[in-house]
């Protein structure tokens, strides 16, 4: 198998298994996913309405088509909306949406594309900086998963 | 550039900004170093020690010498021994002296070794599985590293 090839398997897998880490969280119970991650701090549905919106804004930056539901996105793009928030059942929905047709899409991307620009750098910027590919878009967006899904598994663990 | 090549300073790029993360919680204060992340669960400085044990354990993984510190690496191997754990001189430390040599050397691994076995695959598994290599063991450390951060990063924000 060639190495670029290998690189992104490596970066799909990730992908895919953080997209089904969050999957099983909203098996959690209503309770659960009501709780703050810390004291004052936001809803564990928050985070993961949250989640959905940055996987919801990754459609239009990798070229993939529109936004699932923009009048969710903008909700949860806006961090002093937690008090109003959508019930569990759309949260869950959003997330489960925008999940299932990012990661059916962004398996189907060809092994070339992958090392074309996104859509948020401009022709100009993407010569001096190679790096801002389609690829680098997914692999940080690995990590915000990982960022919260530590916070969010350290609440659901610490109060069974 | 070389599609290999860019995702080669993809992964370093992201490794060195993590290291450079913990780096930076080192100069939190005694007192928040002790918080635990949540009640009843480990302390932010237990976490940055078992970091550094995870960092310390890649030497081997990667074929670039031996631990920085067998005793400590055990120390933190070892989830129960929180309750008696060395001062925080020592802990930040090891995770300096583990972060700045493994830095080091992962950054002067030359670009075909990167797709070569890790150590803790045999060669007969590695033919079956290619993504074994040590891009990869890299690539899931730095998600490792993400995992707690945003741990840690949650309880000094919302205790201050």
Chains 1, 2 share one sequence.
């Not at 309770?31 to 996987?55: Q, T, Y």
């Not at 009048?71 to 937690?82: A, G, I, P, T």
């Not at 990661?103 to 996104?118: A, D, P």
């Amino acid at each position: 198998m060639e190495n670029k090839n290998i690189t992104i398997k490596m970066v799909l897998s990730a992908w895919n298994n953080g997209q089904e880490k969050i999957n099983k969280l909203l098996g959690s119970s209503d309770e659960e996913l009501l709780m703050p991650v810390a004291e004052g701090r936001n809803k564990v549905s928050w985070i993961i309405g949250h989640m959905a919106a940055v996987n919801d804004s990754m459609f239009t930056i990798l070229g993939l088509g529109n936004k699932v539901n923009t009048e969710l996105y903008d909700h949860f793009s806006n961090q002093s909306k937690d008090n109003k928030a959508p019930d569990l059942v759309t949260i869950r929905n959003y997330w489960k949406d925008t999940s299932s047709e990012l990661t059916k899409k962004i398996n189907s991307i060809k092994e070339e594309e992958w090392f074309e620009r996104h859509m948020s750098v401009s022709p100009e910027d993407f010569i001096k900086e190679p790096h801002r590919n389609k690829l680098n878009v997914v692999f940080t967006r690995i990590m915000h998963v990982q960022h919260h899904y530590g916070q969010i598994a350290l609440t659901l663990t610490t109060n069974k």
